[in-house]
Antibody
Framework: EVQLVESGGGLVQPGRSLRLSCRGS????????MTWFRQAPGKGLEWVGF??????????EYAASVKGRFTISRDDSKSIAYLEMNSLKTEDTAVYYC?????????????WGQGTMVTVSS | SYELTQPPSVSVSPGQTARITCSGD??????AYWYQQKPGQAPVLVIY???ERPSGIPERFSGSSSGTTVTLTISGVQAEDEADYYC??????????FGGGTKLTVL
């Protein structure tokens, strides 16, 4: 079964850092772009950023709201993508999802993790 | 920054047809995608490339596009279709944008 599982969420103080993980299984993780989204409580979905596969340079793109504070990386040997979040703000409080466009026919995010909650509060 | 606009809510009775619109200036040039999200769950892809339905999605879900507006249509709405629906697209700048979401209520 193709699956993504996030972990690492929790309560963190403003200004501190947190690293989320997204572990893939059931597919060749290194062949796929890995994307992070978030959803603040009671709000809509927001794209955070993505990391391309090594075949496409492994480069990253970020939303303006997190650029310079968040960093996405990947360890294909472990089938894990990371979201390193620095200088956290209360407005970063959200459920964080990782997702990937698994089926090439769809060219859309058809595989999502279950999400991990991040609460930024003093 | 690029925006996609959806109505906040749509209400229909069971068996009726629900239509949820999404407007954006780049939609004539970029595909739109639709996701269904139920409380406490991750989003599920229900329409891709404006009008295609993924495997496993019921036939009552369909999509269409006209100019700067795309529409998700659910024919013969069932109680289980009550959820939030989000459109997603891009303005070609390698960034993904979602509409604000539409809460579908089945009366």
């Amino acid at each position: 079964e193709v699956q993504l599982v996030e972990s690492g969420g929790g309560l963190v103080q403003p200004g501190r850092s947190l690293r989320l993980s997204c572990r893939g299984s059931g597919f060749t993780f290194g062949d796929y772009v890995m994307t992070w989204f978030r959803q603040a409580p009671g709000k809509g979905l927001e794209w955070v950023g993505f990391i391309r596969s090594k075949a496409y340079g492994g480069t990253t793109e970020y939303a303006a709201s997190v650029k310079g504070r968040f960093t996405i990386s990947r360890d294909d040997s472990k089938s894990i993508a990371y979201l390193e979040m620095n200088s956290l703000k209360t407005e970063d409080t959200a459920v964080y999802y990782c997702a990937t466009p698994y089926d090439p026919n769809y060219d859309a995010f058809d595989i999502w993790g279950q999400g991990t909650m991040v609460t930024v509060s003093s | 920054s690029y925006e996609l606009t959806q109505p906040p809510s749509v209400s229909v009775s069971p068996g009726q047809t629900a239509r949820i619109t999404c407007s954006g200036d780049a939609l004539p040039k970029q595909y739109a995608y639709w996701y269904q999200q139920k409380p406490g769950q991750a989003p599920v892809l229900v329409i891709y490339k404006d009008s295609e339905r993924p495997s496993g999605i019921p036939e009552r879900f369909s999509g269409s596009s006209s100019g700067t507006t795309v529409t998700l249509t659910i024919s013969g709405v069932q109680a289980e279709d009550e959820a939030d629906y989000y459109c997603q697209s891009t303005d070609s700048s390698e960034t993904w944008v979602f509409g604000g979401g539409t809460k579908l209520t089945v009366l």
